[in-house]
């Protein structure tokens, strides 16, 4: 078993910057790929980023590209979501997930142990 926490969302304006952690428990994630993903009220959950084991191949949805920067640091345990130049539409619950996958995919059922998210909301 995995538990998955994710850290570091809040309210911040049109502009800046959060940086987002993930801390895994109970299991090292350091042998397989993660991601990051979010939802909005009514809407599905969609992918972000992620990244493979060691942290050499990385994949973004086209909405984060150039303004979100996933990374890893597998002697923590842990995966973090640079995330700058924030616009509203950025403004959701953000996931961490870990992977059954041996490659960092797009895909929701590829990723079978999910944290509780953290709210990201970004003003106008």
């Known amino acids: 078993q995995v538990q998955l926490v994710e850290s570091g969302g809040g309210l911040v304006q049109a502009g800046g910057a959060l940086r987002l952690s993930c801390a895994a428990s109970?299991?090292?994630?350091?042998?397989?790929?993660l991601g990051w993903f979010r939802q909005t009220a009514g809407k599905e959950r969609e992918f972000v980023a992620a990244?493979?084991?060691?942290?050499?191949?990385?994949n973004y949805a086209d909405s984060a590209k150039g303004r979100f920067t996933i990374s890893r640091d597998n002697a923590k345990n842990a995966m973090y979501l640079q995330m700058n130049s924030l616009k509203p539409e950025d403004t959701a619950l953000y996931y961490c997930a870990s992977s059954w996958r041996r490659y960092p995919s797009r895909q929701l059922d590829d990723y079978d142990y999910w944290g509780q998210g953290t709210q990201v909301t970004v003003s106008s």
């Open positions: 990244i493979s084991w060691n942290g050499g191949i990385t």
């Open positions: 109970g299991r090292t994630v350091s042998s397989v790929p």
